[in-house]
């Protein structure tokens, strides 16, 4: 649904349309590097939703739009991913308050080269050795699985201000009744997430 810009100033200013596609990749990056953990949200059969914290594998390449997770497949999300795959994960930079929201679609793979790719020693860390020879914790581990998340759209929100000028814009707004926009407003669409997965998938 479009804001109202006549009854929504703040989203109107905050809007910067003005960046290439490219350019949008880089700035989002910039936010989930700093943060590295993100929180993912599912909805389970019952229709609630659960978030938890979980860091990204990456980003590994500089055009990616992709979030990729380590996960055990035993724990409760797979099951709700299984019941409705539409997901979202967010980040939030309590420094800068710089956010990040990705809404899209998660695919769950145990591609072994998937999990290679993306495997750190201190993954196991989640996943224990068990002591039965068969769940060691590594990353041949049967419990072990990629959760995938195929963004839609992606919106993110950089700080143009610093905390002090954030705060002295909001205030200044809230006597002069002006709208206080401290910061810049970026969208990814759909078509320009396809346009890069086009581009990296040559």
């Keep these: 649904m479009s804001a109202n810009k006549e009854l929504d100033p703040y989203t109107a200013q905050a809007e910067d349309n003005h960046h290439t596609p490219q350019e949008k990749?880089?700035?989002?990056?910039?936010?989930?590097?700093?943060?590295?953990?993100?929180?993912?949200?599912?909805?389970?059969?019952s229709g609630h939703l659960h978030s938890r914290a979980m860091a990204p594998a990456g980003p590994v390449h500089p055009d990616q739009v992709n979030l990729v997770f380590i996960a055990n497949r035993v724990s409760n999300k797979f099951e709700e991913i299984e019941n409705d795959t539409h997901v979202n994960?967010?980040?939030?930079?309590?420094?800068?308050?710089?956010?990040?929201?990705y809404a899209g679609i998660a695919k769950v793979s145990q591609d072994k080269?998937?999990?290679?790719?993306?495997?750190?020693?201190?993954?196991?860390?989640?996943?224990?050795?068990?002591?039965?020879g068969v769940h060691k914790g590594d990353q041949n581990d049967p419990?072990?699985?990629?959760?995938?998340?195929?963004?839609?759209?992606?919106?993110?929100?950089?700080?143009?201000?610093?905390?002090v000028g954030q705060a002295v814009d909001i205030a200044v707004s809230a006597v002069t009744?002006?709208?206080?926009?401290?910061?810049?407003?970026?969208?990814?669409?759909?078509?320009?997430?396809?346009?890069?997965?086009?581009?990296?998938?040559?």
Excluded: C
């Design 25 to 45: 990749i880089q700035g989002l990056h910039e936010i989930v590097k700093r943060v590295k953990t993100g929180l993912l949200t599912t909805r389970s059969a």
């Design 113 to 132: 080269e998937k999990i290679a790719k993306h495997w750190s020693r201190a993954t196991s860390a989640w996943f224990g050795d068990l002591k039965d």
């Design 143 to 163: 419990r072990v699985a990629v959760i995938e998340v195929i963004p839609d759209e992606i919106r993110y929100w950089v700080a143009t201000r610093t905390k």
């Design 89 to 101: 994960v967010s980040f939030y930079d309590e420094s800068t308050t710089n956010w990040a929201s």
């Design 177 to 202: 009744g002006h709208t206080a926009a401290p910061g810049e407003l970026r969208t990814i669409t759909k078509a320009e997430i396809q346009l890069v997965q086009g581009l990296t998938s040559k």
